[in-house]
Each structure stands twice: as C-alpha cells, then as structure tokens.
C-alpha cells in the first residue's frame, strides 16, 4: 500500500462528529427551522454557526447557513419565514432572493447564479443531526446553590 493509499484509508476511517440538534417530531416535513450554534474553528475559538434545516420528506433534510449570498442576511430576516408564499422556494427576507431548496441555488433576485452555503444534515434515528461540523456544546451551568443542603447557614447582622 502506497503512503498516498495510506492517508486515504485513514480519511475513511475518520469518524465524522455527528451533532443531534432536534427530534425529528419537532421538525415535521415541509417546514423549515433556523438553529444558532456554536461552531469550534480550527484555532479553537467559538464563532456562530446559524443555519437552517428543511425537511423535504419523511426521512429527508437539507441543510444551508442561514446567509443570503447577495450581503449576508438571513434568510428568515423580517418576517420569520424561509419559504415564498407559494413554499416552493427558500427566500431571502431582506431582498426576496428565491433558492431551490434541493440545491440551494438562486433562481431568481440580486444574487442569481450563487448558492447559498451547504450543510450536512441527516436524520438519524429520531433525531436532525449536524455532520462533520465541530460545534462548541454549551455548558448549562447549575444553580447557584447547589453545594449548599436544605438547612443553609443564615447571618443576621445589625445595621
């Protein structure tokens, strides 16, 4: 085996990170759902990370950063909507850019021609899972007093 070879074979034996990021009952087919992350970049900072996810069908999602190649806005600005009135596109809500959903191409506005930016999704199991995307998982820090028990030592003092 080459050394070419070699460093192939360790590429498909890599695991790629897989990030639940919603069930799947709380996206039903057809709809769209924007997530702001947290995505850990090769010098290990945090930056964010907002995309967006549609499910296309039962078993089927795409995945795109929710920014509209033409300055950036996300697509959902304004209104809160991703879809043209008639849901066959994804639209800007700045400047009403249309995107094929399937491909996220721009077939109509300012910004025709360019794509909107891929992202890895799938389903699996009974989750919407982000792939091969390193995310930065939030701590949930806990309550204030959890070191304390129930009989807490209480000062009073004179003023």
């Known amino acids: 085996m080459s050394a070419e070879q070699s460093a192939e074979q360790q590429d498909a034996d890599a695991e790629i990170e897989v990030f639940a990021i919603c069930g799947t ?31 296309t069908g039962a078993r089927e999602v795409v995945g795109y950063v929710n920014a509209c190649p033409h300055k950036g806005a996300w697509l959902n600005i304004g209104g809160g909507q991703f879809f043209n009135a008639e849901r066959t596109h994804l639209r800007c809500g700045r400047h009403g850019a249309l995107f094929d959903i399937e491909s996220g191409a721009c077939t109509k506005g300012e910004c025709a021609g ?11 199991g009974a989750d919407v899972c982000l792939c091969g995307v390193p995310l930065v998982e939030a701590e949930v820090a806990g309550f204030p007093y959890d070191d304390f028990d129930e009989t807490m030592e209480i000062m009073i003092s004179p003023d």
Do not use: C, N, Q, Y
């Open 114 to 124: 360019a794509h909107l930016e891929p992202v890895a999704v799938a389903i699996v």
């Open 25 to 55: 009952h709380e996206l039903p087919p057809g709809e769209a759902k924007a997530f702001d992350l947290s995505r850990l970049t090769p010098e290990g900072d945090a930056r964010p990370f907002r995309i967006v996810v549609v499910r």
